[in-house]
């Protein structure tokens, strides 16, 4: 196992936020209420919403068309590639929308799955187009946005103009007297009554509403940004059925190079150790046969020898045979199989396991291992006087949980397939998740959940 504990290993943190920039040691000087109307983010969610009415005109009207023609024509051969055709520039039109999201609102959406057709040809094409998921979230995208896109826009607009516009109204004022004839920005006006706003207390009061107006716009943009985000997300982006089969094709090829590395581990420890033991073992039983008649003593010498061969070899094989799936885990749970790793531990360890049944033997097995490999980077690396190992079960997730008061530092850095990045991994392969926990300067609490299979 690499090295992982006291020398700036990263914690575990798969997340990455664009929309936020700058570094963490700085405290902005002004509050965020304040910052928001200068800030980058809010003049690129601004623009977002901006560009939303014209796009979404665009989407919504070739959508409309494509549809009715394609539905017009379907009496004849041509309106089923004409709706083909029509599905197929909303797919293209999602794309630009993703890319818009990402340049603007820092949303990171990947690519729905592309298109498999059955068969060559135009027409396999076609049946692809028509029956993929995606094709017709990617229209429903196209009629839905038009609508929010229009309000969004209406809002946005009015809010940062009249902000604008009532914040500044001290500086043109004047505008009114001299060019249009009456003395400032008509509150109110009948044909016996006018109220104009122009006395200083008036202007005043005027400006602080803008400035009302002004600070709240960004925030009342970025609710109306995070619609667009949930219809990007939602309708343009991979199914929860895509994702998932992904996940599962990652998953699956974890566990088989897992596999893979721990055959290849049995093959090595089986060749430069019980073997070589057991061909040094045939050679001296040779040697000593040879010696029986002409030297018994030395023959006896040998014999005791490879006694003391033999005996080293079978302890090894019953490692690595603990090492496979341990006959205690079998036998007895998890209980007396985490309790007898706890005492080959370098510290003491007290275990605590409240299980009311056992899980699936795949569950143990994992379960034992990940706690086996914990302590042991626990005896190698953590410089700790104790540790705990906890295990109970919440709800359908068993959890595990290793404390150790040791120096700490400890994470499951990129570095993967060793260490906790590859027991993350490991674990992350049957939707598992492991969480560590090690400031400098230690306690390390590294938490393990696995799915309850009973």
């Known amino acids: 196992m690499a090295t992982e504990y ?36 809010t003049w690129r969610e601004l623009a977002y919403v901006l560009l939303s009415l014209p796009i979404s005109v665009l989407m919504f009207t070739y959508a409309v068309t494509m549809v009715a023609l394609g539905a017009g024509l379907l009496v004849t051969f041509l309106g089923i590639p004409v ?37 060559s040809g135009l027409m396999g094409w076609v ?17 839905l946005h038009f609508p929010w ?86 309708l343009l982006g991979p199914s929860r059925l895509a994702t998932r ?5 990652s998953d699956r090829g974890v566990v088989v190079d897992t596999a893979a590395a721990d055959l290849r581990r049995i093959e090595r420890d089986l060749h430069d150790g019980a073997q070589a033991r057991l061909v040094a073992l045939a050679m001296d039983l040779g040697l000593a046969k040879e010696k029986l008649a002409e030297d018994p003593r030395a023959a006896a010498r040998m014999v005791d020898e490879a006694h003391g061969e033999v ?5 090894e094989l019953r490692d690595l045979a603990r090492g496979i799936h341990p006959a205690v885990l079998t036998d007895r749970g998890l ?38 490999e914990l302590l042991q980077n626990i005896s190698k690396h953590a410089r700790a006087t104790s540790a705990t190992v906890d295990v109970w079960r919440s709800e359908d997730r068993l959890m595990l949980q290793v404390t150790d008061n040791g120096v700490g530092g400890a994470g499951a850095g990129a570095g993967g397939g060793s260490g906790l990045a590859g027991l993350a991994e490991r674990l992350d392969a049957v939707d598992g998740i492991l969480v560590v926990d090690s400031p400098v300067g230690g306690p390390t609490r590294v938490t393990a959940e696995l799915p309850w299979r009973g």
């Open 335 to 372: 209980d007396a199989a985490l309790s007898s790793v706890a005492s080959r531990c370098a510290v003491p360890v007290q275990v605590d396991v409240d299980l009311a049944s056992r899980p699936a033997p795949a569950t143990e097995g994992i379960a034992y291992f990940t706690v086996s």
């Open 149 to 234: 896109a229009v309000f969004s826009f209406v809002v946005a607009v009015n809010f940062w103009a009249y902000g604008w516009a009532l914040l500044t109204y001290p500086v043109w004022y004047w505008v009114f007297p001299m060019y249009g004839g009456q003395d400032g920005l008509q509150l109110y006006g009948d044909e016996t009554h006018q109220i104009y706003l122009d006395n200083p207390f008036e202007i005043t009061v005027t400006a602080l509403v803008g400035l009302l107006f002004t600070l709240a716009t960004p925030w009342i943009v970025r609710a109306l940004t995070l619609v667009d985000r949930l219809l990007v997300h939602g």
């Open 6 to 41: 006291g020398h700036g290993y990263g914690h575990r943190n798969g997340t990455s936020d664009r929309g936020t920039r700058g570094t963490a040691g700085r405290r902005p000087r002004l509050p965020a209420g304040l910052r928001a109307p200068f800030e980058g983010r």
């Open 245 to 249: 089969v992904v996940e599962l094709e």
């Open 83 to 119: 709706l083909a055709a029509g599905l197929a520039g909303c797919r293209g039109l999602g794309a630009l929308e993703r890319a818009r999201a990402r340049g603007l609102l820092g949303l990171d959406v990947a690519a729905p799955e592309p298109l498999r057709p059955r068969e």
């Open 311 to 315: 005996k080293t070899a079978l302890q």
């Open 127 to 143: 049946g692809a187009v028509l029956k993929s998921g995606t094709s017709w979230r990617h229209l429903l995208y196209s009629v």
